[in-house]
């Protein structure tokens, strides 16, 4: 019952916030927003994918170091069965919760410390979008911000450093690099998403609302963050009087790619039974 009541909260969420996106754009313009190149679209794909790639060998290294062993293929499959529990199952078991039980299962490990692998993973990847949202404000109309938010680039990988070092020491894998690899492939797949629509100006400002996007779509009061990323860019570029309409567009363009990129968990639910 819970679950029903959590996954009906979710959809109301998301009629709301499409009713609100409706409300403020001009449909006229909506009407007029089309794919001018499959191709670009294709590349955001790919580039969304080697990001998961990436992502999932991050996981890797964590797991390794609490003789967490799987294969990196095993590994690999696993983590494409979470994006697809996260992404498509939204009222069911979370991708998370499902691998932290299949691996206490295969290896008799503490559900705390494999908890503790997946939750330093994530909150690196929190400390990279900071760092780059920091760059790129630099560069962008959002400047009037740059006394709040530029910090950002100095502090946090070294706030990243110490919280690795006080609340995650078994963990000798700094991960930082690498989360930064992994968000600039993601934003190189949403400036693909753009270029497909024909959009090639205000990119930066495009990007840093994708990169705040991506924090905020974590929120659990949606699925695979729809709604969420789309009101980031609706209030978002109207605060440097930029049209939303074409962010909202590509915002939903990203779950579109995130979700077709959760369907491949399908086909490989029946081989991560042993991990």
Known sequence: MKRKIKLLVKIL?????????????DLNKLKNI???????LFLAF????????????????????IDVTPSFKK???LYYVG???????????????????????????????????????RI????AIFTLIGILILFSNFKSFITYISFLTIISPIV????????FKEFRFYPFIYSLIIQIFQGISFLFILLSLGINSHLIDFLILFYISSIVSVIPISIG????????????????????????????????????SSMIGIIFIKGVKDV
């Open 75 to 77: 590994q690999l499959m």
């Open 160 to 167: 990243l450093f110490f919280i690795h070092k006080y609340f």
């Open 46 to 65: 790919i580039f969304f994918n080697i990001s998961q790639i990436i992502s999932a060998i991050r996981v890797h290294k964590f797991l390794n170091q």
């Open 225 to 260: 963050g729809v709604g969420l990323r789309e009101l980031t860019f609706l209030y978002g570029l109207s605060l440097v009087h930029l049209d939303p309409t074409i962010g909202v567009v590509a915002a939903f363009l990203f779950f579109i790619i995130t979700l077709i």
């Open 34 to 40: 089309h794919i001018t190149n499959f191709f670009y």
């Open 83 to 121: 994006m697809f529990y996260n992404t498509l199952l939204p009222g069911g078991i979370g991708g998370d919760a499902y691998k932290t039980y299949k691996f206490q299962k295969s290896y008799n490990k503490p559900y705390k410390k494999i908890i503790k692998a997946l939750l330093i993973d």
């Open 124 to 127: 690196s990847g929190l400390f």
């Open 13 to 25: 969420f998301i009629i709301a916030a499409f009713l609100i996106i409706f409300n403020k754009i």
